[in-house]
C-alpha cells in the first residue's frame, strides 16, 4: 500500500484525529478506536513499515524504541505495576487489520491466556 492511502500514516501526518497518548520523534501513540480494555493505545512507528513481518534487520533499533514506547504508554496509563499486554497482529490471518505496524498496550482488566 502506498503511504498516501494508509490510514495510520494519515493519521501520523494529523489529516485524521487521534487523542494522542504520548509521542516521540520516531513513533506515535493514541487510543484505540475500538477499545478492547480499559486501556488500549497503539503505538506506531511514524515511517511506514506493514508488520512486524517486514522489518529488515536494519529495524532493530525502530522496533526496540517501539517496545520502550509500550512501557512508557502503560505508565503514563497508570497500569504498569497492575501488568497490561504488548501484542502486534501479523497478517489478516493473525487480525491485523491496518497493514501499518502498530503495537496494542492493553491494560486495566484480567487478561486471559491464550488469546481466540
Ligand atoms: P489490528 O486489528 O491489529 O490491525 O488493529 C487495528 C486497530 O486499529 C483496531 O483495534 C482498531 C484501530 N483503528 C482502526 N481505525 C482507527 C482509527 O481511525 N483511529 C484509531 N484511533 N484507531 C483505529
Redesign the pocket.
Same mark, same amino acid.
Given at each position: 500500500m502506498v503511504s498516501e492511502d494508509c490510514?495510520f500514516c494519515r #493519521?501520523v501526518r494529523g489529516e #485524521?484525529p487521534?487523542d494522542i497518548v504520548a509521542e516521540d520523534d520516531r513513533w506515535l501513540a493514541?487510543?484505540? #478506536? =475500538?477499545p478492547q480494555a480499559p486501556v488500549h493505545v497503539?503505538v506506531i512507528p511514524r515511517e511506514h513499515v506493514e508488520s512486524v513481518g517486514s522489518l529488515s534487520t536494519d529495524d532493530g533499533g525502530l522496533a526496540g524504541e517501539l517496545m520502550l514506547a509500550a512501557a512508557e504508554v502503560a505508565r503514563i496509563e497508570g497500569v504498569a505495576e497492575s501488568g497490561f499486554r504488548v501484542v502486534t497482529?501479523v497478517g489478516e490471518r493473525a487480525? =491485523?487489520?491496518?497493514f501499518h505496524l !502498530?503495537v !496494542?498496550v492493553l491494560g486495566g482488566r484480567r487478561m486471559r491466556w491464550p488469546p481466540g
Amino acid at each position: 500500500m502506498v503511504s498516501e492511502d494508509c490510514l495510520f500514516c494519515r #493519521i501520523v501526518r494529523g489529516e #485524521i484525529p487521534a487523542d494522542i497518548v504520548a509521542e516521540d520523534d520516531r513513533w506515535l501513540a493514541f487510543r484505540d #478506536i =475500538q477499545p478492547q480494555a480499559p486501556v488500549h493505545v497503539l503505538v506506531i512507528p511514524r515511517e511506514h513499515v506493514e508488520s512486524v513481518g517486514s522489518l529488515s534487520t536494519d529495524d532493530g533499533g525502530l522496533a526496540g524504541e517501539l517496545m520502550l514506547a509500550a512501557a512508557e504508554v502503560a505508565r503514563i496509563e497508570g497500569v504498569a505495576e497492575s501488568g497490561f499486554r504488548v501484542v502486534t497482529n501479523v497478517g489478516e490471518r493473525a487480525g =491485523q487489520s491496518v497493514f501499518h505496524l !502498530h503495537v !496494542h498496550v492493553l491494560g486495566g482488566r484480567r487478561m486471559r491466556w491464550p488469546p481466540g
